[in-house]
């Protein structure tokens, strides 16, 4: 405790002695302090953003709570699924999906008289944000005649059944068009598939 106190002793004896050293500390005094102060300034910051964030979302629930029509708003959630389901292929086998898009290739490369069409079965995964979704794809080559790869596309995008174009090239030289098409089917069965 003496040796302590001896060395508070000097300490304060340099300070009185030397302006210097005295301007030096209060300058580290009160760069601590204002360091202090924005600490304390940001915490104050957080704690109010998140303190808005929480009141904003408790009006948001009192919002829907106070809302009495819930029928409604259960109808046109469910009218709302139904599009969206309607969108989606079913299939109850990876085979049958695969048959089920390469059949409805088939339908609309020959509507458009294409020739030489060779399709064949691509990639068939889980989408892994969706449970219970698939994507199955087919590889399409094909000839094509100037202008059919248009009237193609606008076929595919215009289908019942959602089909998604991933790829396409076109070999201008030898008039052949490659595509990489997709569905996303629901019902295939999982040990199957696996």
């Not at 302090?33 to 904003?56: E, H, K, S, T, W």
């Amino acid at each position: 405790m003496k040796a302590l106190l001896a060395a508070w002793e000097r300490v304060y004896t340099e300070l009185a002695a030397n302006n210097r050293l005295r301007l030096g500390a209060w300058s580290i005094a009160f760069i601590l302090l204002v360091f202090l102060a924005l600490l304390q300034r940001d915490r104050m910051v957080v704690a109010y953003d998140g303190y808005v964030a929480a009141a904003d979302r408790m009006a948001r629930a009192e919002r829907i709570l106070g809302g009495n029509d819930w029928s409604a708003a259960f109808d046109a959630e469910r009218q709302r699924n139904e599009r969206l389901t309607a969108l989606f292929w079913r299939a109850d086998t990876q085979g049958l999906a695969q048959a089920s898009l390469q059949a409805a290739l088939t339908e609309t490369l020959g509507q458009l008289e294409f020739r030489n069409a060779r399709i064949r079965s691509g990639v068939s995964e889980r989408v892994p944000e969706a449970p219970g979704l698939w994507r199955i794809q087919a590889q399409v080559n094909v000839n094509y005649r100037q202008g059919a790869e248009l009237q193609l596309l606008h076929r595919l995008a215009t289908y019942p059944k959602k089909l998604i174009v991933d790829r396409l090239d076109i070999v201008p030289q030898n008039s052949r068009l490659l595509l990489i098409v997709s569905a996303y089917f629901t019902g295939v069965a999982e040990d199957e598939a696996a």
